[in-house]
């Protein structure tokens, strides 16, 4: 079935930094790529999303970019505030009957102050 | 926009007892999903309804699990004689009609943290 490789598992910035994290997929008919952010003990957030007819979409901090022929997405996030802490998801679906969502196995990100 | 919400948060149980959850999603969504996750890793899907219709089930599924959304709203998922490696949280996640132009947006609930003894 669908699988998508999540990198780096942890990844530990200074507060101001930029932090970057990447995913990779194999199933070309995947067309929707959301990413989550999730605290401890809650329910994951999302927080941005790219169609693949969209290269590029920004958020304030947030970026997501998307290489549809390599197969690959990254969410960007730049001037990292320790609330930016938390474990972030990809996911993607395909327009199928359900659009279930796939995800990553997670990253875990510390802003240090 | 209340969100999605979930009952209980939390529930201990010991093997072999069955429990049930409820979810209830944003009003004006007509699509759910449960979804499993473990310790470390991503939600993983079980099920999805349209409506009262029950359109998809995964292979994680068993015959344990059943999930019900009798009148197209509120949801239960029931886990029959729960063993050990049914302990997870459980997410509630809801979407909008396939008529919006943000129907793949899917918005979770808080989940409910199962642990069976």
């Known amino acids: 079935g669908e699988n998508v490789e999540q990198h780096p598992s942890t990844l530990s910035v200074q507060e101001g930094d930029s932090a970057v994290i990447k995913c990779t997929y194999s199933d070309s008919a995947s067309n929707y790529f959301p990413w989550y952010k999730q605290e401890l003990g809650k329910g994951p957030q999302l927080i941005i999303d790219i169609r693949s007819n969209v290269g590029e979409k920004k958020d304030q901090r947030i970026a997501v970019t998307l290489n549809k022929t390599a197969k690959h997405f990254s969410l960007h996030i730049t001037e990292t505030q320790p609330e930016d802490s938390a474990v972030y998801f990809c996911a993607l679906s395909r327009a199928d009957s359900s659009y279930k969502l796939i995800f990553g196995s997670g990253t875990r990100l510390l802003v240090r102050p | 926009d209340t969100g999605v919400s979930q009952d209980p948060r939390h529930k201990i149980t010991k093997r072999g007892q069955n429990v049930t959850f409820r979810c209830d999603p944003i009003s004006e969504h007509n699509r759910l999903y449960w979804y499993r996750q473990t310790l470390g890793q991503g939600p993983e899907f079980l099920t999805y309804?349209?409506?009262?219709?029950?359109?998809?089930k995964s292979r994680l599924l068993s015959d344990r699990f059943s999930a019900e959304r009798p009148k197209g709203s509120f949801s239960t998922l029931e886990i029959q004689r729960t063993e050990q490696g049914d302990s997870a949280m459980y997410l509630c996640?809801?979407?909008?009609?396939?008529?919006?132009?943000?129907?793949?947006?899917?918005?979770f609930g808080p989940g409910t943290r199962l642990t069976v003894l």
């Open positions: 309804f349209q409506n009262e219709a029950q359109l998809e």
């Open positions: 996640a809801s979407s909008r009609p396939w008529r919006d132009r943000v129907y793949n947006e899917q918005f």
